[in-house]
């Protein structure tokens, strides 16, 4: 019965999710509806097992959430982010209109603008440029979401996205953990990625399909001679990057603070201290990518940038409280007796071997059923981390490896059709579920298995 509980409210918060229900108001109900299923009361369940775990995630991750938004508005206040698409969009021209799509979103993604930011500066150009050179509209989601919401989001080592912030408190690692796994898997998700679209796209044009008509949220692309020009557009993006990796790797490990931090006030843990500094590297990085935005473009933000500021913060807050009740939801799950025998399943595949296959299954799972990437990276690593860990350390796995396959495990089955970023996505470019997301979910295959391939080489070559 109670595992019964848990199947129902899940497919129900899907549901929900998918019909555009807020997940801030189902995702407590359905939990404690599961709860009931096992017997267990109401209003303690929400008030001592949802609203602490909501409240605890939102305390780790919102300074993530709340600079990423600011920085993308900033971004796109400043037309840095529109200068940076159009120039790559031009320079490469019709002929490799979806190349130009993926890479203006994986730069802008890289370098820490946020996924729905990036879907809104790119689509203008990749549908003109879709228009021009006769592609079908259909495609245009699927684009653009191999270059915001696959390699760029988790997988490069670097990438300042929350998705790979999130490993770095429970496994002790910085955004670079793993570089060649993650390389790797960067290039074979572009690869397969941009192989898969161009076939897709000879297909349909060879059967006589070309961007076709009636479609809705076409957009007027006016020339703008106050966008700033892309080379200096790019200064932002590249200094958060810059500021993290000097950080991270050259002044904070040179900085003994232990001492200090781990006393009153303070009282961080000292095997929290590394975590902690990692985080704080992030946070004022992009505060130096929200200051050199505004620098390059005055003029344009003259006037604008309290409206940038505020745009940001609001949207900040729906996005972590979208993802801060998921994780609520999926603590509650987490008590429940009938999850100890889903727990236990999960955590014994290749129980005599390496953690790695168990911890992307996990992750993959959980997002999935979460339509997140972050809040089902969350949930997996809250219940299992610190068991992964000593299950790594006994097989002499390197704890950054675990960092990157969480990371990119959690980009994996998340852009399920309920994912809000795939709802949003659609909704930007005037285009339905029916009409372009079996081609999102092949790119969501192609990224899912692509963890998978590098599990296996990584057993064999024993690369980090």
């Not at 996205?161 to 898997?185: E, R």
């Not at 610190?386 to 704890?399: D, V």
């Not at 285009?431 to 057993?459: E, R, W």
Request: aromatic fraction near 10%; glycine fraction near 10%.
């Amino acid at each position: 019965m109670a595992v019964i509980g848990i199947l129902l409210s899940l497919v129900l918060l899907m549901v929900m999710a998918y019909r555009g229900f807020s997940v801030i108001v189902f995702a407590p109900i359905f939990a404690i509806a599961a709860a009931i299923f096992s017997g267990m009361a109401v209003m303690p369940t929400y008030t001592e097992i949802f609203l602490p775990n909501l409240g605890n995630y939102v305390k780790v991750y919102f300074p993530f959430f709340l600079l990423g938004a600011v920085f993308g508005k900033v971004m796109e206040q400043s037309g840095a982010a529109k200068s940076i698409a159009k120039f790559i969009v031009e320079k490469l021209g019709k002929k490799r209109a979806m190349l130009s799509v993926i890479l203006s979103a994986a730069i802008l993604t890289y370098g820490g603008v946020s996924l729905f930011v990036v879907a809104f500066a790119v689509y203008p150009f990749a549908a003109a440029i879709f228009k021009e050179a006769d592609i079908p509209k259909r495609l245009v989601p699927a684009t653009i979401a191999v270059g915001a919401f696959t390699f760029t989001m988790d997988a490069l080592p670097g990438t300042p996205q929350i998705q790979n912030s999130i490993p770095m408190k429970f496994f002790n690692t910085d955004l670079y953990a793993a570089p060649i796994f993650g390389t790797l898997g960067a290039i074979i998700v572009l690869v397969c990625g941009v192989s898969y679209l161009e076939w897709r796209k000879r297909t349909a044009q060879a059967n006589g399909e070309g961007y076709g008509e009636n479609h809705k949220n076409e957009p007027v692309l006016v020339e703008d001679g106050s966008l700033p020009n892309p080379f200096i557009s790019a200064l932002p993006l590249i200094s958060v990057l810059g500021v993290t990796l000097i950080l991270q790797k050259l002044v904070f490990p040179k900085w003994d603070i232990v001492s200090w931090v781990t006393k009153a006030p303070y009282n961080i843990p000292q095997a929290s201290v590394v975590g902690s500094m990692n985080n704080w590297a992030l946070m004022i990085a992009l505060v130096f990518g929200i200051l050199l935005a505004i620098c390059i473009n005055p003029k344009r933000m003259k006037g604008n940038l309290a409206s940038a500021i505020n745009a940001g913060a609001v949207g900040s807050l729906l996005a972590v409280m979208n993802t801060a009740s998921e994780v609520g939801f999926g603590n509650v799950i987490k008590t429940l007796p009938g999850f100890q025998s889903i727990a236990h399943a999960l955590t014994n595949i290749n129980p005599n071997g390496s953690p790695l296959l168990s911890e992307a299954v996990t992750v993959n799972v959980l997002s999935g059923v979460t339509g997140s990437a972050s809040g089902g990276m969350s949930i997996a690593l809250d219940t299992f981390g610190k068991q992964y860990l000593g299950w790594a350390n006994t097989a002499g796995i390197n704890p950054q490896l675990l960092h990157r396959v969480a990371a990119m495990a959690s980009g994996g089955m998340d852009t399920l059709p309920h994912n809000g970023a795939v709802i949003t996505l659609l909704g930007i470019a005037g285009l339905t579920h029916k009409q372009s997301y079996k081609d999102i979910f092949v790119i969501t295959c192609i990224k899912t298995g692509t963890v998978f391939v590098l599990i296996a080489l990584q057993s064999i070559l024993h690369f980090v």
